[in-house]
């Protein structure tokens, strides 16, 4: 993905990773949870809140190894970027994936910060289907926004579904 041409403003990035405006805060969207709860299936919905959560995580963390030079490896197949399983095994795995889903979005908010030369630093392709784009700091930052804005909708549906909608937190009950 090439750096826009006009530079995103900062706020509006960090509105995008925190939900603002037209977008579910994703916290709020699982602060509030029970680790039975983020673990149910919802008729018709493919995966839980809790893998959800995990496939999130997982995406922000191959994607904060490769902002910093690491060499993360690709998955061979989507399904390796998903967990297996449905249900955290305790409350503390819940809270602790919660837990982790905040520190990553803070670090990428904290990236966001970055100064211009920061942002427009170019990030090594780790596999083929990533070598046909430019990919700058930013446009990882604006891909994981759009990623996470994707999946925060499908948790809020999958809240609706489970009838535990809005989350205490707030969003939007229209």
């Not at 603002?20 to 809140?49: F, N, Q, Y």
């Not at 959560?53 to 970027?81: C, D, F, Q």
């Not at 630093?121 to 804005?149: D, G, K």
Request: hydrophobic fraction near 40%; include cysteine.
């Amino acid at each position: 993905m090439e750096t826009p041409s006009q530079p995103v403003s900062q706020t509006v990035l960090l509105e995008l990773l925190r939900g603002k405006g037209a977008h579910a805060d994703p916290v709020a969207c699982v602060e509030d949870l029970s680790a039975d709860l983020a673990g149910r299936w919802a008729s018709g919905h493919p995966h839980s809140i809790f893998q959800l959560l995990s496939h999130m995580n997982y995406w922000m963390t191959y994607e904060r190894e490769r902002i910093a030079g690491r060499k993360p490896v690709y998955p061979m197949h989507a399904s390796e970027s998903w967990p297996t399983e449905v249900a955290p095994a305790s409350q503390k795995e819940w809270e602790q994936t919660v837990a982790d889903f905040v520190s990553l979005l803070d670090e990428f908010a904290a990236l966001a910060r970055s100064p211009k030369s920061v942002l427009e630093r170019e990030v090594p392709a780790m596999h083929p289907s990533q070598e046909r784009f430019s990919s700058s700091v930013l446009a990882v930052i604006l891909q994981m926004a759009a990623h996470n804005s994707y999946h925060t909708g499908q948790i809020a549906l999958l809240r609706r579904a489970l009838g535990v909608w809005p989350p205490r937190g707030g969003g939007d009950t229209w």
